[in-house]
């Protein structure tokens, strides 16, 4: 049958949503179900495929029921990669949701200074943190690290010139390059040295009378290995230092503390970025950090103070939110509880303790304990991988794609890892999530 025909057969809209079932259910919400189920049917029409009206109705219900829900919802990260872009990047820990809940259902001192009676700072909320755990003398924050490094450059280097390394214009997730950041912002970009070769050098040799910043970026998701070499961070603070410019550097996930060995990870920690010299760091605040989306500029007071004073801080500031979890998760560093932050722990994690609780994933599920390696995500230690456990599981007559798909369209979706065989990744996964796992793998036996 031509698809002409089959389209004639498509239910009309009026005998969905008068349908008996739908009775008690909300027309707004309806409608919307039943007009994607059209639709997809009428897709699979044009393709020669006959219209069922009953799988259409049960569509429509399935429809109505994921809008109801809403469709941001929890995850299971069986992936292995604890800063996971596409799953949320860092999960939170449990204190900051408390902490949240507590200063958003109801009023707070966002701007309020509860001593003197009068309008206050936001920011003090985690800048006092932020000098503790880095060292540096002040410190603001922005709704995310791309609007960091624009505000940065927008602050101290518009209408003039700012030196970046060829090797540093980097494109992140998003077709985020640092090339239209620095256009945006009115700076003007002057590459200095090779792709793969920048010399201290290269900096000195570039300052003119309309130099205002040196930048240095870190690279995020690749590396330049064999025949390479780059300034140093002191490199590029003392050149920019020597010019009498402002030297700023986008330290990209950031990490307060060490958690990795140099030979999986040489990044360096945000308190050795601000004592190599640099006048103004930035990072993200939900990578290494494991806190939520936010851009955390730290340095010099005087220049902190000027990046305040910007007009686009009103439209990129965070609100209070942002700073509850923020303040929480600094607490935790500030007392000794970093381990209590999922993305630390995960990344921290040793291959033991994955190996425990890999073996009782397997005993549960019947599936079988297979060594593999993880990597961090979020653009953080983009070579690096680590040791992990996964436990890989089938399914007798159902083929790997479609256990995936089954699994990724539980109640609570499953990601698991895809190869030849489908296996979940122990490193991110916790024992409470086991039961899920059970109930999807059950439902098709």
């Known amino acids: 049958m031509d698809s002409i025909n089959l389209l004639k057969k498509l239910p009309k809209m009026d005998k969905i949503l008068n ?3 739908f009775s008690d259910l909300n027309r707004i919400i309806l409608k919307e179900a039943a007009a994607r189920a059209v639709a997809s049917a009428r897709a699979d029409a044009e393709k020669g495929k006959e219209p069922d009206v009953e799988k259409i109705l049960t ?8 809008i109801e829900k809403g469709s941001l919802r929890r995850v299971i990260n069986a992936t292995g990669v604890p800063i996971h872009t596409n799953l949320g990047r860092s999960p939170l820990p449990e204190c900051a949701a408390d902490e949240l809940k507590k200063v958003v259902c109801g009023y707070s001192n966002l701007e309020y200074d509860t001593h003197t009676g009068k309008r206050g700072d936001r920011y003090h909320h985690v800048s006092e943190y932020l000098r503790m755990l880095t060292g540096a ?3 603001v924050v922005v709704n995310n690290n791309a609007s ?3 505000l940065v450059l927008n602050t101290f280097a518009k209408g003039k010139e700012a030196v970046v390394s060829r090797g540093e214009l980097v494109e992140i997730g998003g077709s985020f390059r640092v090339p239209d950041v620095m256009k945006q912002s009115g700076a003007k970009m002057v590459e200095v040295g090779t792709t793969n070769k920048t010399r201290k050098a290269d900096y000195d040799n570039a300052v003119t009378p309309k130099t205002a910043v040196m930048m240095k970026v870190h690279r995020s998701n690749y590396e330049i290995v064999g025949f390479s070499e780059e300034a140093t961070l002191s490199d590029v603070a003392q050149s920019a230092c020597d010019a009498g410019c402002v030297s700023y550097y986008d330290a990209g996930s950031g990490q307060f ?3 990795l060995p140099d030979e999986i990870c040489r990044d360096k920690t945000i308190p050795e970025d601000i004592a190599s010299g640099f006048d103004i760091v930035s990072f993200s605040g939900d990578k ?5 989306q936010a851009g955390i500029i730290v340095g010099k007071k005087s220049l902190i103070h000027k990046i305040k004073k910007n007009p686009l ?3 990129l500031r965070v609100d209070k939110m942002t700073l509850a979890v923020l303040q929480s998760v600094f607490r935790l560093y500030l007392t000794g509880r970093a ?6 722990r995960m990344i921290s994690e040793s291959i033991e303790s994955i190996g425990l609780r890999a073996s009782k994933l397997a005993a549960l599920t019947g599936g079988e304990i297979i060594a593999t390696k993880s990597t961090v995500g979020g653009g953080s230690c983009p070579l690096a991988e680590m040791k992990s456990f996964g436990v890989a599981v089938s399914v007798k007559g159902v083929s790997e794609s479609a256990l995936d798909r089954h699994l990724r369209r539980w109640e609570t979706p499953i990601i698991a890892r895809v190869g030849e065989r489908v296996y979940f990744d122990v490193r991110t996964l916790d024992e409470k999530d086991f039961g899920i796992i059970l109930d999807a793998l059950g439902a098709l036996k």
């Open 313 to 315: 801080m009103r439209m």
């Open 148 to 150: 960091a490094v624009f």
């Open 59 to 66: 569509e429509t219900s399935i429809i109505y029921r994921d």
């Open 19 to 21: 349908d008996e079932r």
């Open 257 to 259: 503390i060490k958690h």
């Open 137 to 139: 003398e002040d410190a």
């Open 288 to 292: 290494m950090t494991g806190g939520c």
């Open 339 to 344: 381990n209590e932050i999922p993305a630390q």
